[in-house]
């Protein structure tokens, strides 16, 4: 999508400090961090949200989950957990409209969220 800011992180026309890429994924710190560790794992196809997800990109949802508790635990928080967080359209405050994995951890989160 010519418009989103996640794909073009993807094609490299925006900058961002990346944590890792393969062919179906990237992972990156967030621009605005929430707590002392704060990435987002995206698809590199172009989803919009969680509730537009195709049958046929379930098992792609697995492995963005399973590169973000590997992170996760590369960045020091195998220990202590964190939070692993999905925004879906207006209610959940999805700002960006390319599907993302919130990742954070390096401090005690607070529940319920605002
Ligand atoms: P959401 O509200 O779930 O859509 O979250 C979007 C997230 O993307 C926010 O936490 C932003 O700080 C983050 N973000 C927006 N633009 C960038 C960027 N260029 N590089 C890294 N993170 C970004
Ligand atoms: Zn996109």
Do not use: Y
């Not at 992170?71 to 939070?83: D, I, S, V, Y």
């Not at 925004?87 to 319920?112: C, E, F, S, Y």
């Amino acid at each position: 999508m010519s418009d989103c800011i996640f794909c073009k992180i993807i094609a490299g026309e925006i900058p961002a400090k990346k944590l890792c890429e393969d062919d179906e994924m990237i992972a990156f710190h967030d621009i605005n961090p929430v707590a002392p560790v704060h990435f987002l794992v995206i698809p590199k196809k172009h989803i919009k949200n969680l509730l537009e997800l195709e049958a046929d990109d379930t098992p792609l949802v697995g492995r963005l989950f399973n590169k973000a508790r590997e992170l996760l635990k590369e960045q020091g928080c195998e220990e202590n957990g964190g939070r692993f967080v999905i925004n879906a359209k207006k209610h959940g405050l999805q700002t960006v409209d390319h599907l993302h994995i919130h990742v954070m951890g390096g401090r005690p989160m607070g529940w319920p969220p605002g």
